[in-house]
């Protein structure tokens, strides 16, 4: 079954930290993989993808097959990064393309 | 711009009461998609579109209709209400299925008493 883990509900870190969100997911086949983010009072947005090996506000993520995981990490946190972070996984079911979504991890960055 | 629009944004209503939440995007998406938001659980789908006229459901379509007469519109139907619909509703659409980016509403927030 396709499934996506993020076994963390809150990180919290203070500024300047190291951050990494973790997420862990299960398919079979070649899947593609996300990051959304939802900043207070605002509408989900897609932070990185993995095909695009890019590096948005900061945030990278490495998809790792071995470890089937695709964990976001900033080398230093800042306050505006306080948000929630949901992984996705973009594969086939039932004969179309579906993205399924982690539960999401909430991280708030401390002064 | 380029957006994805919900109407309305808040809603508090009873058991049993018939209501519809609208969705519109305005860049030619092909492909739209209902969720619902819970916390603990992340974004589940409750249907999906495809094209006109071309609908089917996702993890969680119980309680839920759609329709697609229009390319651009997406409504989700609520027939009658009931306490546990109570959540947070986002419509999404992207230019094809699944691997592309999704475009995400802003949301509206269901109260069902």
């Known amino acids: 079954a396709q499934r996506v883990t993020q076994p963390e509900k809150l990180l919290s870190v203070f500024k300047g930290a190291p951050v990494e969100l973790k997420c862990n997911y299960s398919?079979?086949?070649?899947?593609?993989l996300f990051w959304y983010v939802q900043y207070s009072r605002q509408r989900l947005q897609l932070l990185l993808r993995?095909?695009s090996r890019e590096s948005i506000k900061g945030f990278t993520a490495d998809l790792n097959k071995g470890e089937t995981s695709f964990h976001l990490k900033k080398p230093f946190a800042q306050e505006e990064d306080s948000a929630m972070y949901y992984c996705?996984?973009?594969?086939?079911?039932?004969?179309?393309?579906?993205?399924?979504f982690g539960a999401g991890t909430r991280l708030a960055v401390h002064p | 711009e380029a957006q994805v629009t919900q109407n309305p944004r808040y809603l508090i209503t009873v058991t049993g009461k018939k209501l519809t939440v609208t969705c519109s995007q305005n860049?030619?998406?092909?492909?739209m998609s209902w969720y619902r938001q819970d916390p603990g659980l992340g974004l589940r789908q409750i249907y999906y579109s495809m094209n006109v006229e071309v609908t089917d459901k996702g993890d969680v379509p119980e309680g839920y209709k759609v329709s697609r007469k229009e390319k651009r519109n997406f409504p989700l139907i609520l027939e009658s209400p009931s306490p546990n619909q109570t959540s947070l509703y986002f419509c999404a659409s992207s230019s094809r299925q699944g691997s592309e980016t999704q475009y995400f509403g802003p949301g509206t927030r269901l109260l069902v008493l």
């Open positions: 860049m030619n998406h092909e492909y």
């Open positions: 398919y079979s086949g070649s899947p593609e």
């Open positions: 996705a996984l973009s594969g086939k079911s039932g004969g179309y393309n579906k993205l399924i």
């Open positions: 993995h095909i």
